[in-house]
């Protein structure tokens, strides 16, 4: 049904002008700790391929939001990218595990039931060069500076922040990446089911290099559009050049881990 429903508005989507379409994290089963083991696929699947099908039929790039996987090793949180040919052209795995402990609101251990990535991915379209973290990866400035070197004009996260964080860090978050890197970020959420065993926060957003919010939905199921002016970036790199002002020769010695 989740698959089914992610092809209808991804066709929307593309007859709405979309050229690269992102699903929302963990698209195809509810997010828990206890439905990985039950929802996994192998990449290849019978998700992915499906996924490959709608890039083909619509002739678009799809970052296919994320899916719990199963591989040899064991389950981890994946997102794959497919051409419009149809090739798997990116796979990254959520490298940065949501274990979190706040008493009383909301207490997630990912690393129970899954693995952590730990490879970066990143890949070129006509459009932009694009970077891919899943949802908890926001929080780590060290993937994102890390793409945006790399040459990265967008990054996508597939994300489903929650009741507790979702209004207190989503959109920070979202804008502080954007302003540091001076990139384009977009996210993509489920849209809020208040009777899900997890309520996410919803509110897909894109926000260009000014750190200016360009789109958003709220909580409800929406498809958002955004115009990536990557003339933008140019011009807010040119006029506040921090990107190429940083102490990269200092940071590293200084930098000890807490
Ligand atoms: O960082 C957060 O507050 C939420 C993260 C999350 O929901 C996730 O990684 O799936």
Redesign the pocket.
């Known amino acids: 049904d989740n698959v089914s429903r992610a092809q209808n508005l991804l066709h929307q989507a593309v007859v709405g002008g979309a050229e690269i379409a992102a699903l929302p ?2 698209f195809n089963s509810p ?1 828990g700790v206890s439905n990985f083991a039950k929802y996994a696929e192998p990449i290849p699947g019978e998700t992915t391929e499906a996924l490959s099908k709608m890039a083909v039929s619509n002739g678009v790039y799809v970052v296919g939001g994320s899916i719990p996987e199963r591989d040899q090793e064991g389950l981890f ?1 994946t997102t794959t990218v497919f051409a419009p040919n149809g090739d798997l052209i990116a796979k990254y795995r ?1 490298m ?3 274990d ?1 402990d706040i008493p009383g609101k ?1 207490t ?1 251990k ?1 690393s129970d039931a899954l693995m952590p990535g730990s490879g970066f991915t990143h890949f070129t379209t006509p459009f932009a060069t694009i970077g891919l973290g ?6 780590f400035p060290e993937l994102a500076q890390i793409y945006a070197h790399k040459g990265c004009e967008l990054l996508i996260y597939p ?4 009741m ?3 209004p ?3 959109e920070l ?1 979202q804008r502080a990446r954007a302003l540091d890197n001076q990139l384009f970020v977009a996210t993509v959420s489920p849209a809020r089911d208040p009777d899900a065993s ?1 309520v ?1 926060w919803g509110h897909s957003m894109v926000v260009n290099p000014w750190g200016t919010v360009i789109a958003s939905a709220e909580a409800d199921e929406k498809i958002v559009y955004a115009d990536l002016d990557l003339g933008l970036l140019h011009d807010v790199r040119r006029r506040v050049p921090v990107l190429v002002q940083k102490r990269l020769d200092l940071y590293q010695e200084s930098t000890p881990r807490l």
Do not use: M, Q, S, V
Not at 134 to 139: A, F, L
């Open positions: 994290e963990c997010y949180n959520k940065h595990l949501f979190i909301i997630f990912e899943i949802c908890y990866d926001i929080r994300g489903a922040f929650n507790t964080t979702g207190a860090h989503w978050l997890y996410a």
